[in-house]
């Protein structure tokens, strides 16, 4: 495949490349120059821009089908009354729908690369193999409940079942948190993790009650304890990690660990804290995520992207914090942080996962600064073409390998069932 004559954007030093070739091969790119020629499909990308596919770091992609579902709630409220409630009705099938669904969201939104936490992980996979899109993917698991032992044998069978299954999708251990995984669960998580080489990806201190409560009644934060039972190491996705104190941000620093900030859902429950403007002064590695669609209700990356800005900015009531060329690469940095190397950058021997993006639409017009455009003013119409691993997903702002309709339907007839509250406690406390 070639691009032909497009003008290709960095994100990290915010150049731009005019009348550009792009030759991939497999799913790698080949070379880039100008006047290149070889085999397969030409693409005039004369009129588009060509940026690298984003990054979704921290999704529970199947929660598309519970989008809505709790709304003007406080956080206990929705766990316990609300999503612990829903989901003690999940089936794998409705894994694999909400799967499809919020992949096709995400593709159809130029993200090319996501890591989903969630249930049922083996029928997540399947949707992934199906739609085409990059993924890394854990199991959930507590360490607490009458069958964790169960439930911790299926994920540990799922690693090693489809760990080499397809060079596209990647297999994490995913222990959930701190606050709900004793210390001996998240010691064998990580005994677990050393033994097989493999990432993990937790939640860990997403509100400041959170902090407080494990400083009271551990005299540890819940990153020291992540540290403490060996969680916190390189290759561990941290999710949130939204009110580590400074000490934290140091120890996580030093253990090479990864954040994804979700900014929409601290946003959502009222919580404006100044966590990215630390993160960025520490040199952590960073990237963005969605969450689960029913604490922010889209997948669409580029929209955390500026609510992570504004989030920033407005925590210091300082309008020139989070510039634009510090919130940009956090678009596709989530590669570095799930371990792909020089992902989000367009050289040769990068990963062809790339997207293509129409400029020509009212709301990208006038173009003073592209990249302040991309940030602020870009929308899913403006994405047009989407490569994952060298192969297009997404021609001209549609998705070739689902058929949507269908699963508007299936997913209808899932919802009528599984927001329904069931008799007795939620499946976990929070």
Request: glycine share 6%; net charge negative.
């Amino acid at each position: 495949m070639i691009i032909k004559n497009t003008t290709i954007l960095s994100f990290y030093d915010l150049s731009i490349r005019k009348n550009t070739d792009i030759l991939i091969e497999g799913n790698k790119i080949e070379k880039i120059g100008k006047n290149l020629v070889g085999p397969g499909e030409v693409i005039d990308g004369s009129r588009f821009y060509l940026i690298p596919g984003m990054v979704n770091a921290h999704a529970h992609t199947a929660m598309t089908l519970l989008r809505g579902a709790a709304e003007d709630v406080n956080i206990n409220d929705w766990f316990n009354k609300y999503i612990w409630i829903y989901e003690k009705n999940l089936t794998p099938e409705d894994v694999y729908i909400g799967t499809l669904i919020g992949s096709a969201e995400m593709l159809l939104s130029g993200v090319t690369f996501v890591a989903d936490h969630y249930f049922y992980m083996d029928k997540a996979y399947q949707a992934y193999e199906e739609i085409g899109i990059r993924a890394d993917l854990s199991w959930a698991v507590f360490g607490v409940g009458d069958d964790w032992e169960d439930e911790f044998n299926k994920a540990l069978k799922f690693t090693e079942d489809y760990r080499d299954k397809n060079s596209r999708l990647h297999v994490s251990l995913g222990p959930h948190s701190p606050y709900i995984c004793p210390d001996s669960f998240l010691k064998n998580v990580a005994a677990k993790a050393q033994e097989l080489n493999l990432k993990m990806h937790i939640h860990v201190s997403e509100e400041e009650n959170q902090v407080i409560r494990s400083l009271k009644e551990r005299k540890m934060t819940p990153v020291e304890i992540l540290k403490n039972t060996g969680i916190l190491r390189e290759g561990t996705i941290l999710a949130h990690a939204y009110y580590a104190t400074d000490k934290d941000l140091k120890l996580i620093k030093q253990s090479r660990s990864g954040i994804a900030h979700c900014a929409k859902t601290y946003m959502k429950f009222g919580d404006i804290h100044n966590f990215l403007p630390r993160v960025l002064e520490f040199g952590i590695s960073c990237g963005l995520g969605t969450d689960g669609p029913c604490s922010n209700n889209t997948m669409n990356i580029f929209e955390v992207a500026r609510d992570a800005a504004l989030l920033a900015k407005s925590s210091m009531k300082d309008p020139e914090i989070a510039k634009i060329h510090e919130i940009l690469p956090l678009l596709t940095r989530g590669g570095e942080v799930l371990g792909i190397k020089n992902y989000g950058v367009i050289e040769k021997g990068s990963i062809a996962d790339l997207v293509l993006i129409n400029p020509n639409t009212p709301n990208m017009h006038p173009e003073n600064n592209i990249f302040a455009n991309i940030l602020y003013s870009l929308s899913e119409k403006n994405i047009d073409t989407v490569i994952v691993d060298g192969k297009i997903v997404v021609r001209n702002g549609k998705l070739l390998n689902i058929n949507l309709e269908e699963l508007y339907k299936q997913s209808d007839k899932i919802l009528k069932r599984l927001a329904q509250k069931v008799q007795g406690k939620p499946m976990q406390e929070y």
